[in-house]
């Protein structure tokens, strides 16, 4: 700290109207639009500070990370000079500003921080011509919820000024403090740069038995794994985590170096993305692979000869064994949450363990709000996510060690134990359609006619039949949500269709991105028999997906023949 103090500039601006955080996400845009519009990033930073009241504010401590996406270091130091310049008094900043989103929830709860901002897209490409998000995480952790959204949403809709350090640079490099010395501030403003890894490592280790874990990737009857960062933040945690403290050689981790384009490719972990890891392991060698998002939070989970885990199948069988965990032998099981969206694969582990499942809409705020409470141990999406009450967001390496801990304690394949979970709880049929990048009037006329048909009366009871298969409407609603803490209704969040035998579709918007909207199709089936365990997703739940087109009439009204995605 040298020199004379830092000046503190005030800068006037013009509002946006297009910057409301959505669900968990927070901001997410066209990176182009943060590089072109002037004082996009700016005023949205300044609106999430605004958001703290000026008492908390103060002297406060924050922590900033990134996924390594392109535009992230110009952003980070934006962060920097307008934390400073708003009375923050620390942050806490992985070296080169990395961070994964699951870190930040630990270091935000293990320092008692008042929030943090996390810089990530999430699965959405990079680069250039990729996207840019910009995510802001309460004193729990966990994401902001609606309320502090709707407060930053309103805040940048009449901000007029913002406040900034110019001048102020740091060395994201180097790791320990940086202080500077700013004008009209008593005390100085203090940047921390921490290892990624280290805080985030010490909670795993109170987690998990790490000597069981380590047995199992060492010695002559080693597991062999291969783990793929995808190029994104998890590089450093594979690496230090499952090779250096595990044992695991250090060529099962790939595409461990982040990158700002994540090599070209949607840092996405599923079957259509991941292609380089299912290729891998339909080898053979390996005996169980994952695949991680490009912040961290979301996680795929294959066997041998690519043995794919869906992410609602995970999730129970993550329940049914969390007596493998320390953790959880210690802490005991609560209850446990799913999104609606995701399959009720869930439910028949609670029933049979005699504990609670929460029902809630898409987004981990919902969650959070749960295990604040005392009500959730483990929760999960369909979307590659799952987590539990050590933090407040899905965490993927969490739910890699959960497996490999399973592994260890049943002595099985990835394949058996799934197998001996379905012949137990009969399998949960599931896939999801997504067709993307629609307009936003369209999507609202066709989910609004579509709602106006399946919550008429008349449409619980009517009867379809697609081949040899027929199938009873049983119960229809537009899903709303009391959260039992608090008692906030959350509504409109997605239309279920409900089948006498158990049956499901569901349709729901989602538009992370702000500019373009997505209609989302699910499909369960639920298969008691072993005997029909063996078939072809996509088969088994054909007939569903044609009451889902023939009921939407989407091709027709999308001019689309087909879904951008299946998962």
């Known amino acids: 700290m040298e020199g004379s103090p830092i000046p503190v500039l005030t800068v006037q601006t013009t509002p946006y109207e297009d910057q409301k955080p959505t669900g968990g996400w927070g901001l997410r845009r066209p990176t182009g639009l943060f590089e072109s519009q002037r004082n996009y990033l700016p005023n949205f930073v300044q609106s999430v500070l605004s958001s703290i009241d000026l008492r908390d504010r103060q002297g406060c401590t924050m922590v900033v990370g990134s996924d390594g996406r392109y535009f992230s270091k110009a952003a980070t130091e934006i962060v920097v000079q307008m934390a400073a310049a708003n009375g923050i008094g620390r942050l806490i900043i992985g070296q080169n500003g990395i961070l994964s989103t699951p870190a930040v929830s630990c270091i935000i709860r293990k320092i008692n921080a008042a929030g943090g901002i996390i810089l990530t897209a999430s699965h959405c490409p990079g680069g250039p011509g990729g996207e840019f998000g910009v995510k802001f995480n309460i004193s729990n952790g966990g994401p902001a919820p609606d309320v502090v959204s709707d407060k930053i949403y309103q805040i940048s809709r009449t901000i007029e000024e913002y406040a900034i350090c110019p001048d102020l640079r740091i060395d994201l490099s180097r790791l320990g403090r940086q202080e500077f010395d700013l004008e009209n501030k008593f005390k100085p403003f203090r940047v921390e740069i921490v290892d990624p890894v280290d805080i985030y490592l010490n909670l795993l280790q109170t987690i998990f038995d790490f000597s069981t874990i380590k047995s199992l990737l060492t010695g002559p009857n080693q597991l062999k794994i291969r783990v793929d960062a995808m190029h994104g933040v998890m590089g450093p945690y594979v690496r230090k985590i499952l090779c250096d403290e595990l044992g695991a050689p250090a ?54 000869n690519g043995f794919f ?22 802490m005991g099981i609560r209850g446990f949450g799913r999104s609606m969206p995701t399959s009720t ?73 799934v197998r001996d979970h379905w012949a137990k709880f009969g399998r949960h049929y599931y896939c999801r359609f997504d067709y993307e990048e629609l307009e936003p ?45 608090d008692g906030t209704v959350t509504k409109k969040q997605g239309l279920r ?28 089936s639920y298969e008691k028999d072993p005997c029909n365990h063996d078939r072809e997703p996509q088969a088994v739940l054909s007939p569903l997906i044609a009451i889902a087109l023939k009921i939407s009439q989407i091709h027709e009204r999308t001019g689309r023949r087909g879904p951008t995605v299946i998962t």
Request: glycine share 8%.
């Open 441 to 485: 009037k369209m999507t609202y006329y066709i989910m609004q006619d579509l709602e106006a048909l399946v919550t008429d009366k008349s449409f619980t009871g009517q009867q379809f039949a697609v081949g040899n298969h027929i199938y009873n409407v049983e119960k229809t609603d537009s899903f709303e949500y009391v959260d039992p803490v």
């Open 309 to 330: 885990v869906s992410p609602s199948d995970s999730l129970a069988i993550i329940a049914a064994n969390l007596a493998c965990i320390p953790y959880f032998r210690q």
């Open 345 to 417: 694969a869930l439910d028949r582990v609670a029933k049979s363990l005699k504990v609670p499942v929460y029902e809630t809409p898409a987004g981990w705020k919902f969650f959070s709000n749960l295990m604040d409470s005392g009500r959730c141990s483990l929760c999960g999406e369909e979307s590659f996510g799952t987590g539990s009450d050590h933090l407040r967001e899905k965490d993927g390496l969490w739910a890699v060690l959960v497996w490999l801990s399973i592994i260890a304690a049943r002595k099985q394949s990835v394949e058996e134990i």
């Open 251 to 304: 060529n099962s981790a790939i595409n461990c170096v982040p990158l700002e384009d994540f090599g070209g490719q949607p840092p996405d972990p599923n079957l259509t993305y991941a292609t380089t890891l299912l290729e891998a392991m339909k080898g053979g060698e390996y005996g169980f692979g994952a695949a991680f998002d490009a912040d961290g939070d979301r996680y795929m989970i294959l066997g041998q």
């Open 497 to 524: 269709i409900i089948f006498s035998n158990a049956s499901r579709l569901i349709f729901r918007l989602s538009s992370s991105s702000g500019r373009r909207t997505t209609i989302r199709i699910y499909a369960e």
